[in-house]
């Protein structure tokens, strides 16, 4: 090997090394985003839900620190009275996205999973904007979850 080579091969193995930096680095943060959100979520958490029928539903959510919830949704405004929903499953965070996996429903005894894209999440507020599933029908309104307890 010539004293000419030697140079070139250390360039390589030092940009080699600054670019598996970079990857690695990128990976981490993205898995930090998803693992601080994840610390985010035990508590209590509500939303009001409008639909374009002009119903409405009131939601209210408790996150267990493993990421399984229950939840209660109540639909006030009802023609034949007030009804309650309740559920059950499990929330995990992957990718910038919330998947809900309903393990439970007093509706139905269907397992369903839901994609929500998280568009912001702090310590307060958790805002998502679902996947949409042909059949499904959604709230109009955008989805503000609100943190009501730690």
């Given at each position: ?17 600054v ?77 910038g ?54």
């Open positions: 090997m010539n004293h000419c080579q030697v140079p070139a091969l250390v360039k390589f193995t030092l940009l080699l090394f670019l598996l930096l970079l990857v690695t680095a990128c990976h981490r943060h993205a898995d930090s985003a998803d693992e601080q959100i994840r610390r985010q979520l035990p508590g209590i958490w509500t939303f009001d839900a409008r639909y374009a029928d002009g119903n409405e539903a009131l939601c209210r959510v408790t996150v267990a620190p493993d990421g399984s919830y229950s939840s209660t949704i109540t639909l006030p405004h009802r023609t034949n009275g007030s009804r309650v929903i309740n559920m059950e499953g499990a929330f995990r965070v992957e990718d996205f919330l998947i809900d996996t309903v393990t439970n429903d007093s509706q139905t005894n269907a397992s369903m999973t839901f994609r929500s894209r998280i568009l912001r999440a702090n310590d307060h507020e958790l805002i998502l904007e679902d996947e949409k599933i042909p059949g499904v029908v959604y709230a109009t309104n955008t989805i503000v979850f609100r943190k009501q307890t730690r």
